[in-house]
C-alpha cells in the first residue's frame, strides 16, 4: 500500500512540474513553446484526412450518415408551382381559380419564417460542412470505417483523460492565484504601484485560465487596442470573451453581481481594480447605470471599460443589433471583433440549454479554442472575422409581400391562358 502511495507521490509530482515550468511559467511572461501550435497543426491534417475518409465512404456507402440540415427545419425545395400542384391534386376542376387550399402554401411558408428565421437560427449551435471527430455533433460519422473509428476513439482517450486534468489543473490555478492575488493587493493603499501590481495579477491570472483551454489566439492591428478612459465594445458568443481579452490587456468589467463563486472571484477582483458591478435592483434603472459608467471614464487613468453591446450570446456567426445604452456614455468607443474557429470546438455558450459547469465541460473537452481578435478605429466591427451584422427581428416589408402576390398571380393568370382553348 505504502508503494502505491509513493508511485502516487511521485506522479504528482512528476506532473505539478511539467504544469508549472512547462505551460504556467511561460504563459505568465506571456511566451509560448510552440507545443500548442505543433498540436493545432496536427489536428488540422487529421480532421482534413477524416474529412476527405467521411466523403470516401459517402460515395461507397448509399445509407451512409448524411451532414445535419443546418437550420432548425427542413425547408422544402420545390418551387411556388410545384407545392401548388400538390395540394391541388386532389381538385384538377378548380385549377384555373383561387381554392381555399392555397392558403396552405403561404401559412406553411409563414411558419417557416416565425420558427427558424435569421435571427433564431443565431442562437443555436453553429453546424459545421465536415465532421471534427466530436460526438456532441450528432452526426455518426465514426462508423464509416474502422480506422475512422480507431482515430475517433483515441480522440476520446486524449480529451477526456489527458487535456481535461489538464485543463481543470490549470483553471484551478489560475482563479485561485486571482482570489489571493487581487485579495492581497486590495490592502494596498491607492497608488500607481498598486494599479502596477493589479494589472500584472489580472493579466499572469487570465494567461493561465487560457492556458487551461488550450487556446491559440491571433490578435490583429494591435495599434488600434483599447486605452484607458475608453470603452470596449465586442460581439458576444461566451463567458470566455472576457479572458480571450484579457490575455492581451487588462479591463474594467461591467456586470451584475452574482452569487456563488462567480460571487466570490467579483468581490475579490474588485478590491485591486475598479470594476463596475451592480445589485439586481441597480440594473433595471438605465440612469443610475449610465452615471456610474461615465464617473469611470471621466478618470482618465482608469481601465477601458468592456462592454458586450448585445446583451447576450450569440453563435459566431453573426452580430446581432446593439444596444444604444453603450454608445451614451461618452468617452472613446474602441470596437472589437472576434471569431472563433469552429473546426476545434463550439464556443458558444447556448444559456438556455447548458448552464456554466455544463458548458465549461464541454469546452474543456474540445480540441482546443483557435481564436481570431482584430482590434478597430471607431466604425462598425461586422465586416471583419466573417461575420454578418446588424441583425434584428423587424415587420416584414411590403416589396417582399409584393413578390408573392405576384408569383401567386401569375400561376392563376398562367393557368386561365392554357385553359382558354378548351372553353371556346
Not at 512540474?17 to 505543433?38: D, K
Not at 448509399?62 to 408551382?81: K, Q
Not at 482546443?368 to 461586422?382: D, E, G, K, T
Amino acid at each position: 500500500m505504502e508503494d502505491m502511495w509513493s508511485v502516487a507521490g511521485v506522479i504528482f509530482k512528476l506532473w505539478m512540474f511539467m504544469v508549472v515550468f512547462f505551460i504556467m511559467l511561460p504563459a505568465m511572461f506571456g511566451l509560448s513553446l510552440g507545443v500548442t501550435g505543433v498540436y493545432n497543426l496536427i489536428l488540422v491534417k487529421i480532421l482534413e484526412w477524416a474529412t476527405v475518409r467521411i466523403q470516401r465512404g459517402q460515395q461507397e456507402r448509399l445509407n451512409a450518415p448524411v451532414p445535419l440540415l443546418t437550420g432548425i427545419i427542413e425547408r422544402a425545395e420545390s418551387s411556388m408551382e410545384e407545392e401548388m400542384g400538390e395540394l391541388r391534386r386532389s381538385r384538377p376542376f378548380a385549377a384555373k381559380e383561387f381554392v381555399l387550399s392555397d392558403v396552405m402554401y403561404f401559412y406553411k411558408k409563414g411558419v417557416e419564417s416565425i420558427v427558424d428565421d435569421q435571427v433564431t437560427q443565431r442562437f443555436s449551435s453553429e453546424e459545421l460542412v465536415s465532421w471534427n471527430l466530436l460526438t456532441r455533433t450528432n452526426q455518426n460519422f465514426h462508423y464509416i470505417s474502422l480506422r475512422l473509428t480507431i482515430i475517433w476513439g483515441l480522440g476520446v482517450f486524449v480529451r477526456y483523460c489527458i487535456l481535461l486534468p489538464l485543463r481543470i489543473t490549470l483553471a484551478i490555478i489560475g482563479l485561485s492565484w486571482l482570489v489571493i492575488g487581487t485579495t492581497l493587493v486590495g490592502f494596498l493603499p491607492e497608488s500607481s504601484a498598486k494599479n502596477w501590481l493589479s494589472e500584472l495579477v489580472h493579466l499572469t491570472c487570465y494567461r493561465i485560465c487560457a492556458r487551461g483551454l488550450s487556446a491559440t489566439i491571433h490578435y490583429h492591428n494591435k495599434e488600434n487596442r483599447p486605452q484607458k478612459g475608453g470603452i470596449c465594445v465586442a460581439n458576444h458568443t461566451t463567458p470566455i470573451d472576457v479572458v480571450i481579452l484579457a490575455n492581451d490587456g487588462c479591463y474594467a468589467m461591467v456586470g451584475q453581481i452574482h452569487e456563488g463563486l462567480l460571487g466570490v472571484i467579483q468581490r475579490s477582483i474588485v478590491r485591486s481594480c475598479p470594476h463596475v458591478w451592480f445589485e439586481r435592483s441597480e440594473m433595471k434603472d438605465r440612469h443610475a447605470v449610465t452615471s456610474r459608467l461615465r464617473d469611470h471614464i471621466k478618470a482618465k487613468t482608469k481601465l477601458p471599460i468592456l462592454i458586450f453591446p448585445e446583451g447576450t450570446c450569440v453563435n459566431n456567426t453573426s452580430v446581432m443589433m446593439f444596444k444604444k445604452g453603450s454608445f451614451e456614455i461618452g468617452g472613446t468607443i474602441y470596437p472589437v471583433a472576434i471569431k472563433y474557429d469552429p473546426r476545434f470546438g463550439d464556443a458558444f455558450w447556448n444559456s438556455s440549454k447548458y448552464n456554466m459547469v455544463s458548458y465549461l465541460l464541454r469546452t474543456m473537452t474540445s480540441w482546443a479554442i483557435v481564436v481570431n481578435v482584430w482590434y478597430l478605429p471607431p466604425m462598425s466591427i461586422q465586416h471583419l472575422g466573417g461575420l454578418d451584422g446588424g441583425l434584428k427581428r423587424g415587420k416584414v416589408k411590403d416589396s417582399f409581400k409584393e413578390v408573392q402576390q405576384k408569383m401567386y398571380s401569375s400561376i392563376i393568370v398562367q393557368q386561365n391562358s392554357f385553359s382558354l382553348p378548351e372553353t371556346s
